[in-house]
RNA sequence: GACCACGUAGCUCAGUUGGCAGAGCAGCCGACUUUUAAUCGGCCGGUCCUGGGUUCGAGUCCCAGCGUGGUCACCA
């Protein structure tokens, strides 16, 4: 280039663009006068157009064939034996040996994720949602002006190239590039190339950044939608069928949680984010749908940490004529599914673990299947079925040493353990909390469990056991730690439902008074009638955090909710709900 | 909500007993036609999270705040 080229800011105003703080680093300002000087000189827009015609880095390499390239260089051989040598000198050269050229042509787009310029050439490695791939730019290959783009091209811009499908003669699979097009000039520097974007608190505020810099990160998602994908054909093909029911609700039921407040203004109306749709689900069961379920968002307002997001995503799913044993098997079947299959439904997700041959597509019925390995953190997680079940209760005494009917026992156990309110509460209460203290953490890790007959006390919408009232037909299923599943026999009695909503609200502390109240309507539906069922809600989220390894439930959600950080921006104020009873 | 840790260049990280703010990558200029984190020469780059305090002197010590991570609490 000319020493003594004029620099862009004299023949433009030296004003920044609007949205160039002033404050912006000296790496933009690089990146903004490179753009400049692209226009000026090239004729290059920076911000391109449709691209037709256009193949995934993936397709593209798998175009490539050994044969062909062989056959190429035969051809280059042959000419410099003609014409005494070198690499082709001009462009005329290069333009009649393409005629003959039997390789492929592909035309690919990408961000520019490693750049090599190495004099007369210049190695760009392109980023897409299915793998890296190799363009390679030779000075005498293309137009002058797309190998001074080449040369200076940035991590982060986007480009399109055509050219042939060959090979370097390091045998890297590449693309000779015949031209290449700048499609979006990146602004802003990008992560470390080696080390790539590892802080937690950028990659989850900049998503963006962090899935080009980090190709496992698009993985992840990628294995996210296909499960849940998978999980809707699992369902469908049982003869559920997918509804949708509200997400604003006047009354937040179906859980114990602290739901959100919002407020509908037309209406003049508080109105709550669900905790869970289960109080719907089940008014269709009465409707006469008999096998539905719902795969979206619920909200609760309650602490954060590697299990919890404030929204999660969850399915529900009820079964007239089942119970909670049928949800059992479904459960089971449907994560043995998903733990089987992950590896094909991701082809790209585990590039080094090679667990090929073992698994295809199990049987309907479920005898019992050989070990079925899959990594969790610092555990392996074992599939295989069936599941392992216990009873609460034995889990309790196991872990207790003493029975959880022994009231007397379980109120002094609760009282060394240091329980809130250990005189007064009910001793179920207290039994769920030595429970959850104690008896969780006795599960094998590693062995998906099924804890079966919960406490009544603890499952207000639970079916009791006939002989033994003080134990609920209700299962949770814990893998790793985490609770996955919790399903039941529904309780369908509106009478002894009505009866288990009003104590729960006689007992409900100042707090939860706020936002609980009696959902009138269910009760009513109840009365209509609604068939026997088994009803299951399976945290989507956890799952999906199982079957692709990721220890944080942040890194299974796209965009996990972050403390803002004081730069929002308002056009007005907040209109906060108004109290209630306003 | 409580406790612990962390916050230094665009990114990844050093920073000694309190004594001039550092490296690699990235960027800019130059060389280079088969690289693989290319290499080589030269150069640029800082609100040490914010605000107070102690001190002759604070990235370092103290206090408060903000943000993130972790543990706990909360969590059909």
Avoid at 72 to 86: C, K, L, N, S, Y
Wanted: with cysteine; net charge negative.
């Amino acid at each position: 280039m000319p020493d003594d080229r004029p620099e862009p800011s004299l023949s433009r105003p030296p004003t920044p663009a609007p949205d160039a703080p002033e404050s912006e680093s000296a790496l933009v300002a690089a990146r903004r006068e490179k753009l400049a000087r692209w226009r000026a000189e090239l004729g290059i827009t920076g911000y391109g157009h449709r691209v037709d015609g256009r193949c995934s880095l993936a397709e593209a390499r798998s175009l490539f064939r050994e044969d062909l390239h062989v056959a190429f260089e035969a051809i280059v051989a042959r000419r410099r034996a003609a014409t005494a040598g070198g690499p082709a000198a001009t462009v005329e050269e290069a333009a009649s040996l393409l005629a003959e050229d039997p390789r492929p042509t592909v035309r690919v787009a990408g961000r520019v994720v490693q750049h090599r310029a190495m004099g007369g050439l210049v190695f760009v490695v392109l980023r897409d949602e299915t793998q890296d791939l190799q363009v390679s730019v030779q000075r005498a290959a293309v137009d002058p002006a797309h190998f001074r783009l080449a040369e200076k091209l940035d991590y982060g811009d986007i480009i399109v190239a055509e050219g042939r499908m060959g090979r370097t003669n390091r045998g890297e699979v590449c693309v000779w590039a015949a031209s290449i097009d700048l499609h979006v000039k990146s602004l802003v520097p990008p992560p470390e190339k080696w080390h790539g974007l590892t802080d937690p608190e950028t990659r989850y505020r900049q998503r963006y950044v962090d899935m080009y810099a980090n190709p496992q990160t698009i993985r992840v998602f990628q294995a996210r939608s296909r499960i849940v994908a998978r999980i809707r054909n699992v369902m469908d093909g049982r003869g559920f069928l997918e509804v949708e029911t509200p997400m604003m609700q006047p009354i937040a039921g179906g859980a114990a949680a602290r739901p959100f407040v919002t407020h509908h203004n037309a209406l003049g109306m508080p109105l709550f984010l669900r905790i869970a749709p289960e109080l719907y689900l089940k008014r269709l069961l009465v409707g006469g749908l008999p096998r539905v379920y719902e795969i979206n968002r619920n909200f609760r307002n309650e602490g954060i940490d590697r299990q919890h997001n404030p929204e999660f995503t969850m399915m529900e799913v009820y079964e007239a004529f089942g119970d909670c044993e049928t949800m059992l098997e479904l459960t089971e079947s449907l994560l043995h599914t998903l733990a089987s299959e992950i590896d094909h439904l991701v082809p790209d997700a585990s590039p080094v673990t090679g667990t090929d041959e073992a698994e295809r597509m199990p049987a309907a019925v479920s005898p019992p299947t050989a070990p079925l390995l899959r990594p969790f953190g610092d555990t392996i997680v074992d599939w295989a079925r069936p599941f392992r079940r216990t009873t609460y209760g034995a889990l309790f005494e196991s872990a207790l040493g003493f029975s959880m009917s022994d009231g007397p026992r379980v109120r002094e156990r609760a009282a060394a353990a240091g329980v809130e309110n250990h005189a007064q509460a009910d001793q179920w209460l207290l039994v769920s909390a030595l429970f959850d203290r104690f008896a969780e953490a006795r599960l094998d890790p590693a062995r998906p469990t099924f804890v079966t007959d919960f406490p009544s006390a603890i499952s207000p919408l639970t079916r009791p056991h006939s002989d033994r009232p003080e134990l609920a037909f209700r299962w949770e299923l814990f893998v790793a730690g985490m609770e996955i599943a919790n399903a039941y026999t529904e309780l369908n009695d509106p009478d002894v439902q009505l009866a288990r909503f009003t104590e729960q609200l006689a007992g409900a502390d100042d707090d939860a008074k706020t936002f609980r109240s009696l959902d009138d309507d269910f009760i009513h539906a109840l009365r209509v009638g609604m068939p026997p069922a088994g009803g299951l809600g399976i945290g989507i989220d956890r799952v999906v955090m199982l079957m692709t390894d990721q220890t944080s439930i942040r890194d299974v959600i796209l965009f996990p909710l972050m403390r803002s950080t004081g730069d929002v921006q308002r056009a007005g104020p907040v209109i906060l709900p108004e109290t209630t009873d306003a």
